[in-house]
């Protein structure tokens, strides 16, 4: 009789050992679940700043480009004028030399 009671005391003990051990297993999966989450909102965050940068960057970008683009048009509009007058004043000379 005794026997059986030292039995079923040491799978009683066993089943609280895998029970135990069960219970430390999911709560160190939590644990890594947890961490996991964490370091991917940290690098969604990193990456949302990144691209945040980049779009920051384009704008810059393309207003230095617009602003370029209108100076060589404001160029053209001078030359232009410039080119203008020139055969204006040529005209006169032509005029006057006649």
Same mark, same amino acid.
């Given at each position: 009789?005794?026997?059986?009671?030292?039995?079923?005391?040491?799978?009683?003990?066993?089943?609280?050992?895998?029970?135990?051990?069960?219970?430390?297993?999911?709560? %160190?999966?939590?644990? $890594? *679940?947890? !961490?996991?989450?964490?370091?991917? /909102?940290?690098?969604? #965050?990193?990456? &949302? +700043?990144? =691209?945040?940068?980049?779009?920051?960057?384009?704008?810059?970008?393309?207003?230095?480009?617009?602003?370029?683009? %209108?100076?060589?048009? $404001? *160029?053209? !509009?001078?030359?232009?004028?410039? /080119?203008?007058?020139? #055969?204006?004043? &040529? +005209?006169? =000379?032509?005029?006057?030399?006649?």
């Amino acid at each position: 009789m005794k026997r059986y009671e030292r039995d079923d005391a040491a799978l009683t003990e066993c089943a609280c050992c895998r029970s135990f051990l069960q219970r430390q297993y999911q709560l %160190k999966l939590r644990q $890594r *679940a947890k !961490e996991v989450q964490e370091q991917l /909102a940290e690098d969604l #965050k990193m990456l &949302e +700043k990144l =691209m945040s940068m980049e779009l920051q960057e384009k704008t810059r970008a393309n207003e230095q480009r617009e602003a370029a683009h %209108k100076e060589m048009l $404001r *160029a053209r !509009e001078a030359l232009a004028e410039q /080119a203008r007058l020139e #055969k204006e004043r &040529e +005209k006169h =000379m032509d005029f006057l030399f006649q």
